[in-house]
């Protein structure tokens, strides 16, 4: 077991001698594993350990900003991981701690607790209290310089009232620590034996040969205190010679010196005696009277004298003052001649600095006049260019326009033609089948003809039963169903065999009613290389670029990305995900989206998401197979749109998710803070959004600002959800007195609505209902929120969907009390698929106004707390009313065939075909 000796002082007993003793050699003491801690040091020892406890300290006390618990957990983890089997911890403000000086309600019992499982000593020095206060007395005179001001015997006696009753303050340490491990030692004794230091270290039980500290807070001979005294009555900067002479003047016999009078100290001792004695038969029975000897002229003649100042000692002291002011006078006078000396070399280095400044600056004024002419000539060129490209590019368009007209009409005539001769060798082949005759001759060619298409590479018997058979009751097997039925209904017997071509281009094939895979057979046909995957189309190709993998269990704009990449594959287009940020990769996530048939390229050696440069060299290599690049939020638009838009001459969409400077904006408003940012961001957002072909927002408020404050007409609203289902709302007859909060702590408007609704909103509801539990889930929630010492407030952290779901059936009300923000809020929308009914400000319930007349805004403490207590109370039949609009809302404006009637028909006005791109 690991031993701790706390030496707790007390003050005026040569502490500070025996820290710095302790300080000078904690390298040899490591060396015999004994260490001093780092932690809670300051000021050479560890003063912040029982500082963090103390209240009323000085102002210039680096006192920790740690509280005592987080000081204490790092002080048991620091001697837990060091190998040393000692560790000191010496404060003589520990003897401090009371009921009186502790702030909050701390006790030693708390220190005890949290060295429990150590083996601790308690070691402290006593001196006679007459002397203990005649010391502080004379070191207030002799440290002047810190400002101490000098204190009355009284005032020095009053403040350490609980230090002094030396029986009560081992009464406390022995109740916290057990008295069987405190060590009371005469500072007496172990000063006039070998001294404070070797006794302390025969105490710790150090033997080993240590260095000597220099002696420390030593004290003055009682002349020189005496004249202290008087100097510390004057300001230092007003000290003159006629100041000094009417101090050694005041100092006559009719003067007491500095220390106490003989009768003040007969005083204090009366008071201390007694308890003095049965504290010294408690820890030093053997001689007890020797332990704290009462204060006599043999022990303490300078405490009891009534000697004065004489004559001489004032000429003395005078003299030596007065050499000293002489000699400091002229050491300052020195150094100031030194100073003006380098400065005067400063002055000249500068003035020839300006004066080459200044040659610099003309002749870079030279340089720009020219470089300006320069820049005007090519200026005109450039214009020049720019209008001989525009009228080119007119020319080019039109040319397209031409041209693109021709490939439609022409693509128009193949495929009339195309299918007007498919349909005939259809017709042909079907003809043919139904002349072969007579019907014994027909089964014998089936029977050999099915074995033939059943052992043929052309066929796929699984491929084929799971694209036509899947749901069919039809006892015939594959091969025959081929043969008998599905040649001539077009169907196809795998992925690499295109029956329909096969027929219209064998003509003699489909005169004659042999089927397409045994004629293939029999002809020993392959189909050519650019024919393996006839089947397949070519897909258009949209790139979408969002910050991250949509962790679409976590945030809104997550899930709303990963919505929209369902619909894309839902309508049948190719879908390649950019990630913008280069965090780590979600192995997990990485594979489901995968899985999903998107394609995500990874730098695969070290797991992270390519880099925008990276990305650059990406989409320009893949440029002709791209028909759109979908960019989402202003960030991850700073790095793409004019590269995309400007460089590849790609269309582009454009998601603001929210309008970020909106937010921004409120943010300011509510906090009082400046608004420069939202400016900022207000401009970046208005040159996207003036970039991009097509811009979206979730909300058609959103939209409005747009075209208003923008001018830009380019824009459209869109759900910011797609479900394709509808979660069913639980009975309130099962649901329990909880509320539920759901928002991502990563967002500074959830931090500042859930602290607005605990400190205000709360306190109302929980006098009305004492019971009510508050659910709040969100990732990474602030250590001030979880700290809070309320067992009705759980903090869930991060849940799945499948724990949330949970979650709402179990509640009566969700609260939304976002002072701030903007968009869409995806918590309304999931409350709305839950049927849970919900309290909410304006701000949450911005963007969707459907719910108008519906749910109430409430944007005060009062009226929200009021709205929450009467939903609890709603009945199943309002409760019923409620969801089913809900509902409503939901299949209308937040479906999956609602986001399908929305972005297909925008996808093909907006899409150019590849076979058009590739052709300007």
Same mark, same amino acid.
């Given at each position: 077991?690991?031993?701790?000796?706390?030496?707790?002082?007390?003050?005026?007993?040569?502490?500070?001698?025996?820290?710095?003793?302790?300080?000078?050699?904690?390298?040899?003491?490591?060396?015999?594993?004994?260490?001093?801690?780092?932690?809670?040091?300051?000021?050479?020892?560890?003063?912040?350990?029982?500082?963090?406890?103390?209240?009323?300290?000085?102002?210039?006390?680096?006192?920790?900003?740690?509280?005592?618990?987080?000081?204490?957990?790092?002080?048991?983890?620091?001697?837990?991981?060091?190998?040393?089997?000692?560790?000191?911890?010496?404060?003589?403000?520990?003897?401090?701690?009371?009921?009186?000086?502790?702030?909050?309600?701390?006790?030693?019992?708390? !220190?005890?607790?949290?060295?429990?499982?150590?083996?601790?000593?308690?070691?402290?020095?006593?001196?006679?209290?007459?002397?203990?206060?005649?010391?502080?007395?004379?070191?207030?005179?002799?440290?002047?310089?810190?400002?101490?001001?000098?204190?009355?015997?009284?005032?020095?006696?009053?403040?350490?009232?609980?230090?002094?009753?030396?029986?009560?303050?081992?009464?406390?340490?022995?109740?916290?620590?057990?008295?069987?491990?405190?060590?009371?030692?005469?500072?007496? %004794?172990?000063?006039?034996?070998?001294?404070?230091?070797?006794?302390?270290?025969?105490?710790?039980?150090?033997?080993?040969?240590?260095?000597?500290?220099?002696?420390?807070?030593?004290? %003055?001979?009682? @002349?020189?205190?005496?004249?202290?005294?008087?100097?510390?009555?004057?300001?230092?900067?007003?000290?003159?010679?006629?100041? %000094?002479?009417?101090?050694?003047?005041?100092?006559?016999?009719?003067?007491?010196?500095?220390?106490?009078?003989?009768?003040?100290?007969?005083?204090?001792?009366?008071?201390?005696?007694?308890?003095?004695?049965?504290?010294?038969?408690?820890?030093?029975?053997?001689?007890?009277?020797?332990?704290?000897?009462?204060?006599?002229?043999?022990?303490?003649?300078?405490?009891?004298?009534?000697?004065?100042?004489?004559?001489?000692?004032?000429?003395?002291?005078?003299?030596?003052?007065?050499?000293? %002011?002489?000699?400091?006078? /002229?050491?300052?006078?020195?150094?100031?001649?030194?100073?003006? *000396?380098?400065?005067?070399?400063?002055?000249?280095?500068?003035?020839?600095?300006?004066?080459?400044?200044?040659?610099?600056?003309?002749?870079?004024?030279?340089?720009?006049?020219?470089?300006?002419?320069?820049?005007?000539?090519?200026?005109?060129?450039?214009?020049?260019?720019?209008?001989?490209?525009?009228?080119?590019?007119?020319?080019?368009?039109?040319?397209?326009?031409?041209?693109?007209?021709? *490939?439609?009409?022409?693509?128009?005539?193949?495929?009339?033609?195309?299918?007007?001769?498919?349909?005939?060798?259809?017709?042909?082949?079907?003809?043919? $089948?139904?002349?072969?005759?007579?019907?014994?001759?027909?089964?014998?060619?089936?029977?050999?003809?099915?074995?033939?298409?059943?052992?043929?590479?052309?066929?796929?018997?699984?491929?084929?039963?799971?694209?036509?058979?899947?749901?069919?009751?039809?006892?015939?097997?594959?091969? @025959?169903?081929?043969? @008998?039925?599905?040649?001539?209904?077009?169907?196809?017997?795998?992925?690499?065999?295109?029956?329909?071509?096969?027929?219209?281009?064998?003509?003699?094939?489909?005169?004659?009613?042999?089927?397409?895979?045994?004629?293939?057979?029999?002809?020993?046909?392959?189909?050519?290389?650019?024919?393996?995957?006839?089947?397949?189309?070519?897909?258009?190709?949209?790139?979408?670029?969002?910050?991250?993998?949509?962790?679409?269990?976590?945030?809104?704009?997550? $899930?709303?990305?990963?919505?929209?990449?369902?619909?894309?594959?839902?309508?049948?287009?190719? *879908?390649?995900?950019?990630?913008?940020?280069?965090?780590?990769?979600?192995?997990?996530?990485?594979?489901?989206? $995968?899985?999903?048939?998107?394609?995500?390229?990874?730098?695969?050696?070290?797991?992270?998401?390519?880099?925008?440069?990276?990305?650059?060299?990406?989409?320009?290599?893949?440029?002709?197979?791209?028909?759109?690049?979908?960019?989402?939020?202003?960030? *991850?638009?700073?790095?793409?749109?004019?590269?995309?838009?400007?460089?590849?001459?790609?269309?582009?969409?454009?998601?603001?998710?929210?309008?970020?400077?909106?937010?921004?904006?409120?943010?300011?408003?509510?906090?009082?803070?400046?608004?420069?940012?939202?400016?900022?961001?207000?401009?970046?957002?208005?040159?996207?959004?003036?970039?991009?072909?097509?811009?979206?927002?979730?909300?058609?408020?959103?939209?409005?600002?747009?075209?208003?404050?923008?001018?830009?007409?380019?824009?459209?609203?869109?759900?910011?959800?797609?479900?394709?289902?509808?979660?069913?709302?639980?009975?309130?007859?099962?649901?329990?007195?909880?509320?539920?909060?759901?928002?991502?702590?990563?967002?500074?408007?959830?931090?500042?609505?859930?602290?607005?609704?605990?400190?205000?909103?709360?306190?109302?509801?929980?006098?009305?209902?004492?019971?009510?539990?508050?659910?709040?889930?969100?990732?990474?929630?602030?250590?001030?929120?979880?700290?809070?010492?309320?067992?009705?407030?759980?903090?869930?952290?991060?849940?799945?969907?499948?724990?949330?779901?949970?979650?709402?059936?179990?509640?009566?009300?969700?609260?939304?009390?976002?002072?701030?923000?903007?968009?869409?809020?995806?918590?309304?929308?999931?409350?709305?698929?839950?049927?849970?009914?919900?309290?909410?400000?304006?701000?949450? /319930?911005?963007?969707?106004?459907?719910?108008?007349?519906?749910?109430?805004?409430?944007?005060?403490?009062?009226?929200?707390?009021?709205?929450?207590?009467?939903? /609890?109370?709603?009945?199943?039949?309002?409760?019923?009313?409620?969801?089913?609009?809900?509902?409503? !809302?939901?299949?209308?404006?937040?479906?999956?065939?609602?986001?399908?009637?929305?972005?297909?028909?925008?996808?093909?006005?907006?899409?150019?075909?590849?076979?058009?791109?590739?052709?300007?």
């Amino acid at each position: 077991m690991k031993k701790i000796i706390i030496h707790i002082g007390i003050h005026r007993t040569a502490t500070t001698a025996l820290q710095s003793f302790l300080r000078e050699n904690k390298l040899l003491l490591e060396d015999h594993s004994i260490r001093i801690p780092e932690t809670g040091y300051a000021l050479g020892s560890s003063h912040q350990l029982p500082w963090c406890f103390l209240r009323d300290l000085p102002t210039h006390y680096p006192v920790s900003p740690l509280s005592h618990r987080e000081l204490f957990n790092n002080l048991i983890e620091e001697i837990d991981s060091r190998p040393e089997s000692i560790f000191i911890l010496s404060s003589e403000d520990f003897c401090l701690i009371d009921k009186d000086s502790a702030k909050e309600n701390p006790s030693l019992d708390e !220190i005890a607790n949290y060295l429990k499982k150590y083996d601790v000593t308690i070691i402290a020095y006593l001196r006679n209290q007459v002397e203990f206060i005649s010391s502080y007395l004379n070191q207030a005179i002799k440290a002047y310089d810190t400002r101490i001001v000098p204190q009355t015997a009284e005032s020095v006696n009053s403040y350490f009232k609980n230090v002094l009753d030396y029986e009560k303050l081992l009464e406390r340490w022995g109740k916290a620590f057990g008295e069987d491990n405190l060590c009371v030692r005469s500072f007496h %004794l172990a000063v006039s034996e070998d001294g404070i230091i070797a006794d302390f270290l025969s105490q710790v039980g150090i033997e080993m040969e240590l260095k000597t500290s220099t002696p420390t807070n030593q004290s %003055l001979d009682e @002349k020189t205190l005496s004249f202290r005294k008087y100097l510390n009555t004057l300001p230092v900067e007003t000290v003159t010679l006629a100041d %000094l002479e009417s101090g050694l003047n005041a100092l006559s016999r009719d003067t007491p010196a500095a220390s106490l009078d003989r009768a003040t100290a007969k005083k204090y001792q009366g008071v201390y005696t007694e308890i003095n004695q049965r504290v010294a038969a408690s820890f030093s029975p053997l001689n007890p009277l020797n332990f704290l000897p009462p204060i006599n002229d043999q022990l303490y003649p300078e405490i009891l004298t009534d000697r004065h100042i004489s004559l001489d000692d004032k000429l003395n002291l005078s003299n030596a003052l007065f050499a000293q %002011l002489s000699s400091d006078h /002229l050491n300052t006078i020195t150094r100031i001649e030194q100073d003006f *000396v380098l400065l005067r070399e400063d002055l000249h280095g500068i003035r020839e600095d300006t004066h080459q400044a200044r040659d610099d600056f003309h002749m870079q004024r030279d340089d720009f006049q020219l470089q300006r002419k320069e820049f005007v000539k090519q200026e005109e060129e450039y214009n020049k260019l720019k209008q001989k490209l525009l009228e080119i590019r007119g020319e080019l368009n039109e040319l397209k326009e031409s041209h693109s007209y021709q *490939v439609h009409a022409l693509q128009d005539n193949l495929l009339q033609s195309e299918h007007i001769h498919t349909d005939m060798a259809m017709q042909s082949f079907r003809r043919a $089948r139904r002349a072969i005759s007579p019907r014994r001759r027909l089964n014998e060619t089936f029977g050999k003809d099915e074995r033939i298409i059943q052992f043929s590479p052309l066929f796929d018997e699984s491929y084929y039963r799971d694209l036509y058979l899947k749901d069919s009751t039809t006892r015939l097997t594959a091969a @025959k169903h081929y043969l @008998k039925i599905g040649a001539a209904a077009g169907f196809n017997p795998s992925a690499h065999f295109n029956t329909i071509e096969y027929i219209r281009s064998h003509a003699h094939v489909a005169l004659a009613g042999i089927n397409p895979i045994v004629h293939a057979e029999q002809t020993r046909y392959t189909l050519p290389e650019s024919k393996t995957n006839v089947t397949a189309h070519k897909k258009q190709h949209i790139v979408i670029i969002d910050h991250e993998i949509p962790k679409f269990d976590q945030n809104a704009g997550a $899930r709303h990305t990963h919505h929209y990449i369902k619909l894309f594959l839902e309508l049948d287009y190719d *879908v390649t995900f950019l990630p913008f940020c280069d965090d780590p990769v979600d192995l997990s996530l990485l594979q489901s989206i $995968r899985q999903m048939g998107v394609t995500v390229l990874t730098h695969e050696e070290e797991n992270k998401i390519w880099t925008p440069a990276a990305w650059h060299g990406w989409l320009e290599t893949n440029q002709s197979q791209i028909n759109l690049v979908y960019i989402h939020r202003p960030h *991850v638009a700073e790095h793409y749109m004019s590269y995309c838009k400007n460089i590849l001459e790609l269309p582009v969409w454009y998601m603001c998710h929210d309008l970020h400077y909106l937010r921004l904006q409120r943010e300011a408003a509510i906090k009082g803070k400046d608004s420069e940012q939202a400016l900022i961001m207000k401009e970046k957002e208005r040159h996207f959004f003036a970039m991009a072909d097509l811009n979206f927002t979730p909300s058609r408020e959103e939209e409005r600002l747009v075209r208003e404050e923008f001018g830009i007409t380019s824009i459209k609203t869109l759900p910011l959800y797609l479900y394709d289902d509808q979660s069913k709302s639980s009975s309130i007859a099962e649901r329990s007195e909880r509320i539920l909060f759901v928002g991502s702590f990563q967002h500074q408007p959830n931090i500042d609505g859930l602290r607005w609704f605990i400190e205000h909103i709360y306190p109302k509801i929980k006098t009305k209902t004492p019971n009510i539990l508050i659910d709040i889930v969100g990732k990474n929630p602030p250590s001030d929120f979880t700290s809070l010492e309320d067992s009705q407030l759980i903090f869930h952290g991060y849940v799945g969907d499948e724990e949330l779901e949970l979650l709402y059936a179990q509640v009566k009300v969700v609260v939304m009390p976002l002072r701030y923000g903007a968009g869409v809020k995806g918590k309304v929308l999931e409350a709305m698929r839950h049927g849970v009914p919900f309290v909410a400000t304006s701000c949450a /319930l911005e963007g969707i106004p459907e719910l108008a007349g519906i749910i109430p805004a409430t944007d005060d403490d009062i009226s929200f707390a009021n709205a929450v207590l009467t939903m /609890l109370t709603k009945n199943e039949h309002d409760l019923k009313i409620l969801t089913d609009q809900f509902a409503e !809302i939901i299949q209308t404006f937040y479906s999956l065939r609602a986001g399908k009637s929305l972005m297909a028909p925008l996808l093909e006005e907006y899409l150019l075909p590849q076979s058009e791109r590739t052709n300007q």
